[in-house]
């Protein structure tokens, strides 16, 4: 955890060199816990388009009635909280909901207001936070959602604006991207376990580093320890099946990555089912939810239910959010995400993908507990594969 977190990683966006650090110290970890190699270097590769934060344009400028002007500062000042390729806008601001010429103008509201209620009728919405939010995509086009500190969020509304001047420009890439996978060969290679937790976040914006502790470093190192455990019960008694320890890369960017590998799982095992791990160990998290498409994965969820409960520890049956299970349900697998209730900063508590996504918020006693679960719960059920039809 200390090492997925550290600053040398810089959040580890995909594409960028935080990123190939992550990429090399998982798969070093995968090496020395004995796993077999995926390939030859243990990556699976595949390209994808990527937007490395050196790269980028982030310039927002006001322009006041009495001709000053200041410029602010991108991490620090503002954040686009999703990202457009391209934006360039000049236009007055308005803090009224009513406003006829809304269409004309920038938005500004308050922390407590939905910003996307705003979107396709406003040239941009300015949105007041404690905490930048700051997710991994960027999209083609859209209504710019900027978050702006409470400083100039009283800076607009005190002061006499003429206009802002908003400029963003996304430069992409297209590079090969690696996912650092291990083996286990079990007896029957026909049968598949992949148990996957995406190892990427939402990098930097200017000089404020998105650590991603809960989002998914704790994922990551969790099915590491995992890995550890399985790698050793091999040795003793081989499993019943292959099992492949995933760090997908790109799920917070949005990427394919693990649709591609999906692919080419399927022209080598005719059964495979997915355990994936996303956003675990936040002490304000709230309780652990076993989630995925309830009837493609009501057998897989009951079983993972009753081992949960085997072990005195209580967990819902309950949405979660999209993450890499749904790559798995999407092509007819079964799949589950084991994650938590409230990650997103709800009753007030801390956020992913904001800078509170430390180390500090992480309650490592959750790991350790979920770690031996999904252990137990894969030596008991070795062998079984789970179909969306139950049979």
């Known amino acids: ?94 803090f009224d909901k009513n406003d006829q010429d809304m269409d004309k103008k920038i938005m500004v509201i308050g922390e407590d207001d939905k910003s996307f209620d705003y979107n396709n009728k406003c040239q941009a919405v300015f949105q007041k936070t404690n905490s930048f939010f700051k997710a991994a995509i960027v999209r083609p086009k859209g209504t710019p959602n900027i978050e702006i500190s409470e400083k100039l969020y009283n800076t607009l509304l005190s002061e006499k604006v003429k206009e802002v001047k908003l400029i963003t420009k996304h430069i992409s890439d297209e590079v090969d991207i690696k996912q650092p996978i291990g083996k286990i060969s079990g007896k029957d290679h026909e049968k598949l376990l992949v148990l996957s937790a995406h190892m990427d976040h939402s990098g930097w914006a200017g000089k404020t580093i998105f650590y991603g502790a809960v989002d998914n470093a704790a994922g990551t190192s969790t099915i590491i320890d995992i890995a550890e455990k399985l790698k050793k019960q091999s040795e003793k008694k081989p499993f019943n099946m292959d099992i492949l320890i995933c ?60 081992c949960f409960s085997k072990n005195n520890y209580e967990v819902l049956d309950e949405y979660y959010g999209a993450s890499d299970h749904v790559i798995f349900n999407n092509q007819g697998f079964c799949g589950i995400t ?36 999904i252990y137990d719960f894969i030596v008991i059920n070795d062998g079984k594969i789970y179909k969306p039809d139950n049979k």
């Open 338 to 373: 084991v994650g938590q209730k409230d990650v997103f900063g709800e009753n007030n508590t801390t956020s992913i993908h904001t800078e509170e996504d430390t180390l500090h918020i992480i309650n490592y006693d959750q790991l350790y507990k979920v770690s031996d679960i």
């Open 247 to 306: 760090a997908s890369n790109g799920e917070d960017s949005m990427l394919t990555n693990l649709d591609d590998l999906l692919n080419e799982l399927k022209s080598e095992y005719d059964e495979i089912y997915d355990i994936n791990i996303d956003t675990i160990g936040k002490k304000d998290g709230g309780m652990i939810c076993l989630n995925g498409d309830k009837e493609q994965n009501k057998e897989l969820i009951e079983d993972l239910m009753k």
């Open 1 to 94: 955890m200390k090492i997925l977190t550290s600053k040398e990683f810089m959040g580890r966006l995909v594409g960028t060199e935080g990123n190939e650090k992550a990429i090399d110290y998982v798969t070093d970890r995968f090496s020395e816990i004995g796993l077999e190699a995926f390939d030859e270097d243990y990556h699976h590769v595949c390209k994808q388009t990527v937007y490395d934060p050196e790269k980028q344009i982030h310039c927002l400028e006001v322009i006041f009635q009495n001709g000053n002007t200041k410029q602010y500062e991108y991490g620090k000042d503002f954040c686009d909280k999703i990202a457009i390729k391209k934006v360039d806008i000049s236009a007055p601001i308005t």
